[in-house]
């Protein structure tokens, strides 16, 4: 059975702080990693991650994948009130057409 | 363009009774899926389809059936609401693609009392 695991489940900071969000897995046929940032309503897609070592990036957030050790890290630098969300990773089932998804990381960024 | 759209946005219904949730997409998307969110618990596959006229178990189907009569619609039913059935649900959909991202309605808030 696929597996999708976050760390941590919550994460309280300050404006300004630097937050690291981990994501590990478990799965067959392994061909992509997906996170999506979910406010107050549907979650969004932020990358989608597929070789390791190669970092996406998006403004102040970033992405890598890390291959070996089944796991990617979402890096958010400069925090901000509005990065206040739950970060969600998913992992698509490419044979069976979905996606397993991890609990998510709930990010409180206080002024 | 609209994406993806849930109707109701909010619902409560009383133990036994039943309802149906209603997604539709106008992406032209082949796969389209249907998610519960609990506190603390991420998102829960209920039921997917992977094209028009088919539909496939997720992790949690139990009390849910899904019809997927037309490609743009995906229809969620409780038969027999139950009080565990309170939740967030969210209907995706993605293109046929390998990898392609899931594009999600902006939910439906289900409480069983």
């Known amino acids: 059975e696929d597996k999708v695991v976050q760390s941590p489940l919550s994460l309280v900071v300050h404006e300004g702080d630097t937050v690291t969000l981990n994501c590990s897995y478990e799965?067959?046929?392994?061909?992509?990693l997906l996170w999506y940032k979910q406010e107050k309503k549907a979650p969004t897609f932020l990358f989608m991650l597929?070789?390791?070592?190669i970092e996406k990036k998006s403004g102040r957030l970033s992405s890598i994948l890390d291959k070996k050790e089944l796991s990617s890290i979402l890096n958010i630098t400069a925090t901000q009130t509005g990065d206040s969300a739950i970060y969600l990773c998913?992992?698509?089932?490419?044979?069976?057409?979905?996606?397993?998804f991890g609990d998510g990381t709930t990010l409180t960024v206080k002024p | 363009n609209a994406g993806v759209t849930q109707t109701p946005k909010f619902r409560v219904l009383k133990t036994g009774q039943s309802m149906t949730l209603l997604c539709a997409q106008d992406?032209?998307?082949?796969?389209m899926y249907w998610y519960r969110q609990d506190p603390g618990m991420g998102l829960r596959l209920i039921h997917y389809s992977v094209g028009e006229g088919t539909t496939a178990k997720g992790e949690v189907p139990d009390g849910y059936n899904v019809s997927r009569l037309k490609k743009q619609n995906f229809l969620l039913g409780l038969e027999s609401a139950a009080p565990s059935q309170t939740s967030v649900y969210f209907c995706a959909s993605r293109n046929g693609q390998a990898n392609s991202p899931l594009h999600f309605g902006n939910g439906t808030r289900l409480t069983v009392t």
């Open positions: 992406m032209n998307h082949e796969y």
């Open positions: 597929t070789s390791s070592g």
């Open positions: 799965v067959t046929n392994f061909r992509s």
């Open positions: 998913a992992v698509p089932n490419t044979n069976a057409g979905k996606s397993t």
